[in-house]
C-alpha cells in the first residue's frame, strides 16, 4: 500500500485520527464557514428557538455558526474523535458562544442523549464515514421530540464532472492549503466522493427501513440534503 493511499485512509474512516485533528480544525475553519452558510441560514430560518443536536461535528464550525446567528438556540455537537471536544469548547469560546454550545464524545450509533430531547437533529459532511448509517438514522429518531425533523448534508454521488471540479477548486482556494494539502483536498476528496458516498436510491432505502419510514432529498448542486421527520 502506497503512502498516498494510507494518508487518504486516515481522512475516510469514521473517526479523524487523535494526530490529526489540529490539521483538520486549520482547515475546517477556513473552509466550513464559507461552505455551509447556506445550511446553516436554512437552519436558523427553520427552528426560531429550541435545542439542535449536530452529529459528525468535528471542530464544531457549524453548531458555532448557528449560535452566533440565532441567541435563541442551544447547540450540541457530537464526534467520535475525542481531542474534538477540547477543539470544539476552545473554539466556541474564541466565537463567543460558549454558554450556548456544547460538545460530547460519543459513538453516533449510541449517543449519550435521552429520547425526545431535541427539537431538531443536524449534520454536515459526515454521513458518508458512518460505518452503520441506519443505525444512526434510528439515533436521531430516538433523541428527537415527535415533530422535530433531521437534516443531513451529504455529498451528492450523482452530480456532474463539471460541478464537481468546480467545489474542489473553490475548497481548495478557501483552504490555503499548502502542495500537499491541495493534492489531499484534489484527490483525496474525489477519492472519497467515490467509493464512501451513497446513492439517492440507497439512502431513500435506508430511510424506509428506519423508525422515519422515509425521507424527503433537496437536491442542490454537489450537494443533497436528506430531510426526515419525525411523527
Not at 74 to 95: P, S
Not at 119 to 125: A, N, Q, Y
Request: hydrophobic content about 40%; proline content about 3%; aromatic content about 12%.
Amino acid at each position: 500500500m502506497g503512502i498516498f493511499t494510507r494518508i487518504l485512509g486516515l481522512f475516510t474512516q469514521e473517526a479523524v485520527p487523535e494526530a490529526a485533528a489540529d490539521y483538520y480544525d486549520l482547515f475546517a475553519g477556513r473552509i466550513v464557514p464559507t461552505l455551509y452558510s447556506g445550511f446553516v441560514d436554512a437552519v436558523v430560518r427553520e427552528l426560531r428557538c429550541g435545542k439542535i443536536l449536530d452529529v459528525g461535528t468535528g471542530p464544531g464550525y457549524v453548531p458555532i455558526e448557528i449560535a452566533k446567528r440565532n441567541e435563541e438556540v442551544f447547540v450540541d455537537g457530537i464526534d467520535l474523535t475525542r481531542k474534538f471536544r477540547e477543539i470544539g469548547e476552545r473554539n466556541a469560546r474564541n466565537a463567543g458562544v460558549s454558554a450556548r454550545v456544547h460538545f460530547e464524545t460519543g459513538d453516533a450509533t449510541k449517543m449519550p442523549f435521552d429520547d425526545s430531547s431535541y427539537d431538531m437533529v443536524i449534520s454536515t459532511g459526515a454521513m458518508h464515514h458512518w460505518k452503520y448509517p441506519a443505525r444512526v438514522i434510528d439515533e436521531m429518531y430516538r433523541v428527537l421530540k415527535p415533530g422535530g425533523e433531521a437534516w443531513v448534508l451529504d455529498p451528492n454521488k450523482e452530480c456532474s464532472r463539471e460541478e464537481w471540479e468546480e467545489f474542489l477548486e473553490k475548497i481548495v482556494r478557501l483552504s490555503g492549503a499548502g502542495f500537499f494539502g491541495r493534492l489531499w483536498l484534489r484527490y483525496g476528496v474525489r477519492w472519497e466522493i467515490k467509493w464512501n458516498c451513497y446513492s439517492r436510491a440507497r439512502i431513500e432505502e435506508m430511510a424506509r427501513a428506519s423508525s422515519f419510514g422515509g425521507c424527503g432529498i433537496e437536491i442542490g448542486g454537489v450537494y443533497m440534503t436528506i430531510k426526515i421527520r419525525k411523527k
